[in-house]
């Protein structure tokens, strides 16, 4: 339930080596508090969310933000 900045942080660096590699990074079944923080800090449109790890594995390959 507890998300730090260097938590954020490491998500945005992972997502970014991923993207030079031809890769996605998609997150799955985020706690309420988690997707409370991602929202405030815009990370919603950075990252795609999906409810759950069915949805996202389905969405490989789709466009992502």
């Known amino acids: 339930t507890f998300m ?3 938590g954020l942080r490491a998500l945005l660096l992972v ?3 991923l993207l030079t590699h031809g890769g996605q ?3 799955a079944g985020l ?3 988690v997707q409370e923080v991602f929202a405030l800090t815009g990370f919603t449109q ?3 969310i ?3 790890r069915e949805e996202a594995l ?3 390959g789709q466009s992502s933000p």
């Open 58 to 60: 389905r969405a490989f």
């Open 25 to 27: 990074l998609r997150l």
């Open 31 to 33: 706690q309420q508090h």
């Open 46 to 48: 950075v990252f795609a």
């Open 15 to 17: 997502r970014k080596e």
């Open 4 to 6: 730090s900045s260097s």
């Open 50 to 52: 999906h409810h759950t």
